[in-house]
Structures are given as structure tokens and as C-alpha cells.
């Protein structure tokens, strides 16, 4: 079945109101069974167990995996299964994409065990005890959902913002459930070309192809071949043309072509506009501000001497960070429609006139939030008081910082896809600074609030697109989120001490433990326990310029009601982003931007051409190569999204667990540490 959505111009011109009366009457199907007993228990024991496989990876890497794709396949092909032997029926579409919500929240959930109270582990020497940091964890999860609902009617139901991942989770699914010629076609694309970016992963994989096929591996990056001992490039060394930018390697600036073919397919499904913006921000950052910062000597190579990613983005964050903030403040209360009517529909007298909203059946109601933020953040303030010596007060300023990182967060992973968690976790620590200088903990902890808050709300939401496509009941899946949570908790938090950390401080930071998610927090904090005067006067100069170029260019795109091709979002993030990853994102947009372009005008060729009475569509076959990829974008994406994270997850625990050789993860804690040092004066 094709996916029923709104044009960009009826995104631009109609009401929200318009909107939510077209998706109920287009979209939803509220009589399709959703949230049942098997999707949940499904939801729960997948999340449960793959949250697993993210807490060994983000341990030996400091990376989160998102496994909601991985969950949709492994439950639709089990109970394709369980239905063809009789012993069950198959899911309907809305029970997978309730059991997807539900694995994605266990997946995500225990992020903080490998950043932020690792991070704390690290600093005070102690061992936060299992029931702490369970019921921490619950807290916070309860918090992202109360966080992210109000901003779901801007987000997802007014802007109609992408969110890549959750828009590929959503075509997965309408394709694995679709019969239908169109649906089948859809389906064979996602697995054709879910098996090419497979394959693509394993030729890349270094230990797996030189230990069992005894071949070379792809180059990571394909400009390798112009580094290091090999033929091309001692010959272009010898020659001195070893590619460079004011006599830097261009690689020491993370100017790389990666091998990896899952960012171009998120930047198809993020757009040409934002895949510009980010190109803009990162030429900025890293072929401007980036070499002038070090000509200056403020951004300092590491202790192996090197530059690159790791001490670029120490100075630059700064900037980003204040961008991603101005710009979200002012775009959220720039335009307080949804909020004032909250407010209203919560403090209306009795018999007064009420504005009826078409969705208040299916939606969280508003005034959930508004009633439950202050509960749960109470609950917090009290706990960090009880648990982590954290003043009230200070936990009080954090609720703040938790909206506006939480707003920061949902724009960026909205537009896309990425979560610049630790990014924004700088913020927060940033003020605690300045608020409690020599308060460590509470510089660690308050970060962690924001970080997490915000993780959860912005993942939340990135379940909810695919429910929203597909016509689910978003109050459901804000249900199943807890069920996930809950779930991934109880699956990890016990793994993590009894497997992992085994009652042993010793171990953090180390080859068995090394955490590297852990080590900015760790000395981000440590650098700010004097406040800002340790900060480079650039990063502080910095500040200010983003903060100020973020409002005037969200000014901008709105009084040219988002025809501006600038978005602020897009630029910020490219400054927290390596250039590949930026680079690669915006040609995988201009691809199938073009190819959409190409189909647009040989569908007006065909037309001129055709009689006028002609009124029989073009029929699948007669379709060129570019037309069939250009009107399937988001099952091609998803397709290359899934095989490639499938057979990513897979090979990164292979090459952990059996090739534990592999040390590359371990060297990333020293150089963090160092390149942090070079910002005090």
C-alpha cells in the first residue's frame, strides 16, 4: 500500500488543526488491533535481549545502536513462522510497529550505564548501588515521555519533520506487510538492496575478511589508498602531493569519502535542504574555522599527534551547541500555538468555550505533561539529593536545561536522524560551571539528567513517526515506551554490575572496561571546575556567535516561511559531526534529489507528448531505472538502512567477542582526555 502523506506545500500553508483532520480521516485505523498482550511481550523480550548487544557495544565503543529495524524483522519473521506451522496468526502492521516502539525504548534505555554513570564512577570512586540506578533509570524514561508529547504535535503532526530512521522503520513495515503489486515491489527493493549494503558491511570488516576468507578487507575510507606505506601513496608523498589544506592532511580534518553506504541512505530519506545546510556548516567548520583554530595553536593534535574528529570538535561543540539552542527557543515559543491551548483546555472554567482538538481521543493529553513533569522532576531532585549530594536548588535549574535540551535534541533527530546526546550534555554541564564550580558530581549528574531526558524524548518520537505514517494510536505507543524501558532495564542494569563492572572500580577505563562515551563527561567536568575561565577565550567568543547567528537565521526561514534553504539545525550539527559523515549525508540527498528531479521532467516529457485524452497511467514497466528508484526513495533507504545495521550489529559483537584482539576503541579515552586539557589556559 502507498503511505498517504502531505505535499511540502500543504505542510507550509495548512493549519495544524487541517493537518490532524486529514490524518484521521486519511491515515489512522483505529480499528487495527495495536498495543495487544503478544506485541508487548514480543516488544519487551526482543528489546530486552538486544538491549544487550548495545550495552556490550557501548562499553568497548561508546556507541548505541538503534535496533527498532532489527526488532521489526526478527518479530515479522517470527510470527510468519509461528503462522505457517498453525500455531498463531501473523502480526498485524500496528502490532509490529507497537513491538518495534516497544524494542526500540529497551534498546536505547540503558545509555547512561556506559556514559554518565560510568562517567560518575570514575570521578567519585564509587559504585552507584543496582536499585538506584534502576529506579533513576524509570524516572528518566517517565520524563522523556511527559517531555516529548507536547512536542510531538509541533514536530510530527504540524512540521511533518522526517526523523530518517523511524520514516525507514515505518516503509519497512508497510512493505512486509503489503501484498499488493506495488508492496511487492517495494519489498523486493528493501531486500535486494538491504543484501548489497550487507555485503558491503562484511567486504569492510577487517578481522572477518583477513581471519576466515583470508582476503583484504575494503578500505574503511576508499581515500586510504593516498595514505600510509602503500604504492599510490608513497608515490604521491615522494611527489608531494599528498592531499592537504593549508598544509594540513586533509584527513587529519576528517575530510574522508567513508566505504559505508548507510549515511547516504539516511541523507535520501533527510532531504536536500538539510543535506545542504549540513554541507555548509561543515565547509565552514573544518575548511575555515577549524585550520585558523589551529594555525592559532587553540586546537592542539593529540598525544600521538594528530589532529582530526576527536580535537576538532572539543572547540567547535561550543558554537554548535549555542546555534542548536538559540534556534530551537526561538522556533518553539516564536510560534506558542499548541502550548496556549493547552493551557487553555487545562484552566477553562467550567461551561466555557471549548476549541475541540480531532485527535484528544488517541493523543497523550497535554496536560499529562503539565501535571507530570513537575511530579517527576521532583522525584528527581529529590533522588540526586538523597543518592548524589546534590544541592535542591541545582536540581530545581536542571528542569529548565531539560526542555531546552530536549527541544534541541527532538529538531536535530527530527531532521536528521542523529541525537547529539553528548553534545547537548555539554550545555548542561557548562552551567553547573558556572552555578557550582567545585561541585563535580553535580556537574556530572545534572548532565546526565538533561542527556538522558532528552534521549528518551527524542527517541520517543522517532518510534512515534512510523506509528504516525502507518495511523497509530500515539497514546499507545507512549505506553509501550515505559513497557520497553522497564524491559531493557531489567535485562541490563543486572548484566552491567554482575558481568561487567563485577563490584570493581578498577576496571573502568581500562582494556576490560574502557567506556569511552564515559571519558568527556569525565573531563569536560574536571575542566570546568573553575568555571568558565578555563575555557579558550575563541570557544567563549564562539559561544556568543552561534548563539546569535541561530536566531537571526531562524528568523530568516520563517518570515520566508521555510523557503530558506539555511536551516540553523543542519549547520550546528555538521560542527559536531566528522566531515565524512557530513559529506556523505549531503550526497546521499543531492542523489536522490536528482534522481526526483530526473523523473519530474520525463514524466512532463511523456505527458506533452501523450493525447490529451489520455488518461491511463504509466505502467510499472515502462517505468526507467531512475523513476522506479526515485518514486520507491524510502524503501531503497530503508532497505540499504536495515541490511547495513543488521550486519553492523552482527559484525561489531563478532569482532568484540571473538576477535577481542581488536584495541582500537581503547586508544580513544587518552586522546579525549588530552585534546579536553588543551582548552585550559
Known sequence: ???????????????????????????????????TWRAAVTGMLLGGLLSLTNLYIGA?????????????????????????VGLGHEMTLLENNAMQSIATSAGYTNAALTSSFAAYSMVTGKIVPMHQVFIWLVVIAVLGVLFAFPMKKRFINDEQ?????????????????????DGLLKAKLLAGFGAAAALIEVLRDEMLMRVVFAFRALPSHWD???YGDGDLARWLARRGLTPRFLGI???????????????????????????????????????????????????????????????????????????MTTSSLYAFFSRPQ?????????????????????????????????????IAAGVLVVLGHLWFGIDPWLGVVAV?????????????????????TGTLAKLTQLAFGVLAPRNIIANVMSAGITAEVSNNAANLLMDIKPGYMLGAKPRQQAVGHLLGAVAGLAFSVPVWYLVFVQGDLSRYGTDRLPVPAAVPWKAVAELLMSGL???????????????????????????????????VMGMALALVLPFQDVWTLFLGSVVFWALQRKTTRWRAARAAQAPAVEVVPVVEVARPWFAIAADNTEALCAGVIAGGALMGIGLKVLDLMVFPEVKEAHALAPLVEHALAALAR
Request: charged share 15%; with cysteine.
Open 533 to 567: 575561565d578555563n575555557l579558550d577565550p575563541t570557544a567563549r567568543v564562539a559561544v556568543v556567535v552561534g548563539a546569535v547567528v541561530g536566531i537571526v537565521l531562524e528568523v530568516v526561514r520563517q518570515l520566508t516561511r521555510n523557503r530558506f534553504w539555511l536551516s
Open 400 to 420: 529548565p536545561l531539560v526542555f531546552v535540551t530536549a527541544l534541541v535534541a527532538v529538531s536535530a533527530t527530527g531532521l536528521t536522524g542523529i541525537t547529539p
Open 1 to 35: 500500500m502507498t503511505i498517504e502523506q502531505l505535499t511540502p506545500e500543504q505542510i507550509r500553508t495548512m493549519s495544524l488543526a487541517e493537518k490532524d483532520t486529514w490524518w484521521l480521516q486519511n491515515v489512522y485505523r483505529g480499528d487495527m488491533p495495536q498495543l
Open 161 to 181: 519533520l522526517p526523523f530518517p530512521d523511524g520514516r525507514a522503520a515505518g516503509v519497512l513495515m508497510d512493505a512486509l506487510h503489503d501484498d499488493q503489486t
Open 249 to 323: 592532511e586533509l584527513r587529519e580534518l576528517s575530510v574522508q569519502c567513508d566505504s559505508s553506504v548507510i549515511l547516504l541512505a539516511t541523507g535520501g530519506l533527510m532531504g536536500v535542504e538539510a543535506g545542504v545546510s549540513m554541507l555548509a556548516g561543515g565547509v565552514l567548520n573544518y575548511f575555515v574555522l577549524a585550520p585558523w583554530m589551529i594555525r592559532r595553536g587553540v586546537i592542539v593534535p593529540d598525544a600521538l599527534g594528530h589532529y582530526g574528529y576527536g580535537q576538532i570538535v572539543v572547540w567547535s561543540l561550543w558554537g554548535a551547541v549555542a546555534a
Open 224 to 226: 586510504d589508498l593516498l
Open 60 to 84: 568497548r565503543t561508546g556507541w548505541v545502536l538503534g535496533v527498532g529495524i532489527t526488532s521489526v524483522i526478527l518479530s515479522f519473521g517470527a510470527f510468519k513462522l509461528l503462522a505457517r
Open 338 to 374: 499548541v502550548l496556549i491551548e493547552a493551557f487553555r483546555g487545562l484552566f477553562r472554567r467550567r461551561g466555557g468555550p471549548a476549541k475541540v482538538d480531532v485527535l484528544a481521543a488517541i493523543e497523550l493529553p497535554l496536560r499529562v505533561s503539565f501535571i507530570g513533569v513537575p
